[in-house]
């Protein structure tokens, strides 16, 4: 049996490392377009600083997971509690929200959000992300918050986004189903709290987030898989609705009995109009320890800033910097077609001056800015999403997985679940918020 592996992110990697060590004899063979593993886990080491795709967090309440990372981490890891943020109001404010972080609430908000515990809007049916957070939250919290940090975010306005993005971005912002944060009654059920719960996630105690999956390269290869990296694949060969191999970019063919495809589905269905976001990475190098930043990451809604989130590295693990410095991670969302993508440095000045607004430089701390593009980072659920999705004919031997290759809004921990279930022939549940 010869089996194709299309990416090496952690869905690739962990269904090669997994068919591989369950000793079938089978030939696998890895095929990864960038020129390192790790996929949208990937990091970067710069003079000393280490950066991920904005910080990565693993989380899992699946045992099966959980065993698999801390096989494959081995002691190579940390243990940290999650502390996250939103910026409301001009202030960092804890999320999900704590009666300090509400205390400087503007007044009006608060009692327009109060009002809204007893006032929910009438919508019968819920279909779009708008219908979701209104009838969750009410229509100010919709208002002042997440209707202008999802347009921002997506460039699509919330009443054209399929509910499913709720699922996948509202939850996965806390990402501990413990944590209730789903509705406006609960954010204010858990603010009362008197012991807020502690979520603790998994970091690599070396390098960034992509010591996973070198781990894993090196299992991989120890195994007799072959890894080819900056070998972009074209599509496939199908005989008799079947797959028989795949082609490269070069023109290159690959036999193969199977195919397990991770990377974007529209390279193989251009036609189902399906997209996805892409983000702009700015890698910010500082010259001190940036202690008034005390969030791993947080979240900004304000359209006059440039960045949707942004991350701390130190606050994952101090030596993800040198002694004595500082980083800071802009995640910024566009399309490919903008200026912002083709030509970061345009928006150098913009950002500087946006993250000296919201006190996360200070300006003259600045050592580097190092840029970079990351193109499909999140699959775009527009309403008919789903529609699109099953007007595809699938051939024999062709397995669609991962988040870009079954177009599921995948955090790691999801993306291992996937891998491990199609090796051992189970399904995947795709409800990962009811999971536990
Ligand atoms: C900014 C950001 C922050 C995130 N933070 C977290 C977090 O804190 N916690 C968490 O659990 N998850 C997080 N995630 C999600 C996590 O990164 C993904 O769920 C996971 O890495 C997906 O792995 P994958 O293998 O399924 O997909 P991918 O990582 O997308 O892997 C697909 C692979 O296919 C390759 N490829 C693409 N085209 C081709 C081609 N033509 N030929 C060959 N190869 C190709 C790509 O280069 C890539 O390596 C975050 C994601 C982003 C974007």
Partial sequence: MKTVVVGAGLSGLTLAERILSSGTGEQVTVLEREDTPGGLARSFRIDGFDFDIGPHRFHTFNTEVDSYLLEILADCFVQISRRSSVHMAGKYRNWPLTPTSVAGLPFPVLWKSFLDLFNKPDIPVINSFADFIRSRYGDNLYNFFFSGYTRKFTGIDAEMLHVDWAQAGVNRAVIDNRVKADSLLSLVKGMLLPQPVETKFYYPACGGIQTFCNLQCERIEALGGKLLLSTPVKGLSIENNSVSGIVLENGESIPADRVFWTAPITILYPETGLTFINTLIANVALADEIPRNDYQWCYFGHEDLIFSRLTVPRNFRADCVPPGKGSVIAEITCDSDSEFWKNPETIRERLI???????????????????????????????????????????????????????????????????????QGSEFKKDFWNER
């Fill in 353 to 423: 001056n946006n993250l000296k607004s919201v006190r996360a430089v200070a300006g003259d701390d600045i050592l580097f800015i190092n840029w970079q593009r990351i193109r499909e980072t999140y699959p775009v659920y527009t309403l008919d999403y789903k529609e699109k999705l099953s007007s595809i004919h699938i051939p024999n031997g062709l397995f669609l997985t991962g988040r870009c290759g079954s177009f599921w809004y995948n955090n790691m921990d999801h993306s291992i679940a996937q891998s491990l279930s199609i090796v």
